[in-house]
């Protein structure tokens, strides 16, 4: 006997999708929103990491976590290219990791 499932389908022989996307808020907000920029930050702190044990760190002295979101903005539309290439590495890390990653760049 096989089974069929169809694409996008809402009951699964062991699973019910309640729903997709779904949107979890706390009062600090989206709570994947806190959890993708945890994860984003740990990888740009690896990339840090390994530059500083090489020589130096184009994004210098502080820590990631201090680091403003449009700081890092910033670095990437008319930052130093070193800075951007940290940022763009980390970027990158991110999406290759990430469970709907396929491989493609």
Avoid at 51 to 76: I, Q, R, V, W, Y
Wanted: net charge negative.
């Amino acid at each position: 006997m096989s089974i069929v499932i169809e694409h996008g389908a809402a009951v699964l022989p062991s699973v019910t999708v309640d729903g997709y996307n779904a949107e979890l808020r706390d009062g600090d907000g989206f709570t994947g929103d806190r959890a993708s920029n945890r994860a984003f930050r740990s990888l740009l702190d690896d990339v840090r990491e390994r530059l500083a044990a090489t020589g130096g760190d184009p994004l210098g002295e502080g820590a990631t976590a201090h680091l403003d979101p449009s700081a890092l903005d910033d670095m990437l539309a008319a930052g130093e290219p070193a800075q951007a290439a940290v940022i763009q590495t980390a970027m990158k890390r991110s999406r290759a990791s990430s469970p709907l990653s396929f491989g493609a760049s």
